[in-house]
C-alpha cells in the first residue's frame, strides 16, 4: 500500500527565511508525488506534482519540491517564507496512472514576522 | 468556472439523525472523491467514484455510510444513523484522468457536528 510520512507537526521559520518541508513516502512501483496546501476553514489546493524528468519540480507561490529516488523523500521548499505562506501542507502519494492519492498527516507551517 | 461546490458548509445534528452532505464537481471532471477531515485522522479517503461508478469504496467506515452519484454533475454522501465520532470536515473532490492525474479540485468542505 502507499502511504507518505511527515515527520513534523509544525514547522516555524522567520520570515524572509528559507522555509522547508520534509516528506517520505513508500510506494511498490513508480510514484506520483504531490503537495497541497490548506488555509484555514477552506479546502486542499494543489501546489506541485513530480511525474518524471527533472527531479526538481517549481510550482504555485514560489514553491519547489526535489524528488530523490534514493532516499524516497520528496521535501517542499521556498528559499524565502512570506506571512502569508502560514498555512497546512499536505504531501500525497498515487501509483502511476492512479487518481487514489493517499495524504500525509500534514504539516503546520507557522511564519514569524 | 465555480469550482467544486459543497452544501451544506455547516451542519449540527443530533446522534441518530440521518445527514445528508451533497456536491456538485467541476463540469467535465470525470473522477469525484469524497474525504473526511478530522484532527485525529487527518485525510481519510472514503469513496472514489470515476465516470460516476464508484471504484473504491474501502475508506467507508461502515454500513451507516452510503454515497451516491447519479450523474457526472452531482454526489451525495449519506450517514444514518448519524453519531458524535462522525463529527468531522467531509471534503468532496474532482479531478480529471491522463496527465491531470491527481491534480484533485476541493470544495470548501462541509462541517458536520453531532451532538
Known amino acids: 500500500a502507499q502511504s507518505v510520512a511527515q515527520p513534523e507537526d509544525q514547522v516555524n521559520v522567520a520570515e524572509g527565511n528559507p522555509l522547508t518541508v520534509k516528506c517520505t513516502y513508500s510506494v511498490s512501483g513508480n510514484p506520483y508525488l504531490f503537495w497541497y496546501v490548506q488555509y484555514p476553514n477552506r479546502g486542499l489546493q494543489f501546489l506541485l506534482k513530480y511525474i518524471t524528468g527533472d527531479n526538481l519540480v517549481k510550482g504555485s507561490y514560489g514553491f519547489e519540491a526535489e524528488f530523490n529516488k534514493s532516499q524516497t523523500s520528496f521535501h517542499l521548499k521556498k528559499p524565502s517564507a512570506l506571512v502569508s505562506d502560514s498555512a497546512l501542507y499536505f504531501c500525497?502519494?498515487?501509483?502511476?496512472?492512479?487518481?487514489?492519492?493517499?495524504f500525509g498527516k500534514g504539516n503546520q507551517v507557522v511564519v514569524i514576522p | 468556472d465555480a469550482g467544486v461546490i459543497q452544501s451544506p458548509r455547516h451542519e449540527v445534528t443530533e446522534m441518530g439523525q440521518e445527514v445528508t452532505l451533497r456536491c456538485k464537481p467541476i463540469s467535465g471532471h470525470n473522477s469525484l472523491f469524497w474525504y473526511r477531515q478530522t484532527m485525529m485522522r487527518g485525510l481519510e479517503l472514503l469513496i472514489y467514484?470515476?465516470?460516476?461508478?464508484?471504484?473504491?469504496d474501502s475508506g467507508m467506515p461502515e454500513d451507516r455510510f452510503s454515497a451516491k452519484m447519479p450523474n457526472a454533475s452531482f454526489s451525495t454522501l449519506k450517514i444514518q444513523p448519524s453519531e458524535p465520532r462522525d463529527s468531522a470536515v467531509y471534503f468532496c473532490a474532482s479531478s480529471t484522468d491522463g496527465t491531470n492525474t491527481g491534480e484533485l479540485f476541493f470544495g470548501e468542505g462541509s462541517r458536520l457536528t453531532v451532538l
Open positions: 467514484f470515476n465516470n460516476n461508478v464508484p471504484i473504491d
Open positions: 500525497a502519494v498515487a501509483l502511476y496512472g492512479n487518481n487514489r492519492l493517499a
